[in-house]
């Protein structure tokens, strides 16, 4: 069985629903390849270059910059990333429910998943998934992956909700 790449809940007004989340789709193809060296044909490596001491800096001496103006940045530390409050860390937050026919056919989607109820949330689940049915509407939710927050539509698909 697939393995789950994020848990939480669907959450809207005082309702809460565990789920899982499981990738639907394969964002790259079966088939990839590597740059290779045109005499050694081996894979060549990438530097990280300062052009102004002209110096290749390690990967782990890397560091985020915000810029405020020209060649002026803001250092930003991963601990000022982990500070930021991102409301749908561990929710996917229900913001309204639309009819199914407003959303546009061909809408922009960079990725699909499935959704499946956890144990306690099989009953609440399977009445969301009803309800979306029974008045042709569909969710449109915020969601906090890889630490950003993303726009998102639940739909029913087939026998749950994607």
């Known amino acids: 069985m697939a393995r789950s790449m994020w848990r939480g809940a669907i959450s809207f007004g005082m309702v809460a629903i565990p789920i899982r989340m499981y990738l639907a789709t394969e964002a790259h193809s079966a088939v990839s390849f590597r740059q290779l060296c045109p005499h050694c044909q081996l894979p060549i490596k990438q530097q990280r270059h300062c052009p102004t001491d002209d110096h290749v800096v390690a990967f782990n001496e890397v560091l985020k910059g915000y810029e405020v103006g ?92 994607l």
């Open 70 to 161: 020209k060649n002026q940045f803001v250092i930003i530390e991963e601990e000022d990333l982990d500070k930021l409050p991102l409301k749908t860390t561990k929710t996917i937050d229900i913001v309204e429910f639309v009819e199914r026919n407003e959303v546009p056919l061909g809408l922009y989607v960079k990725s699909a998943y499935y959704l499946e109820p956890e144990d306690v949330g099989v009953k609440p689940f399977f009445l969301l998934k009803r309800a979306l049915e029974d008045t042709n509407k569909v969710a449109v939710a915020k969601i906090a992956l890889r630490d950003r927050e993303h726009l998102s539509l639940i739909q029913v698909e087939g026998n749950t909700l």
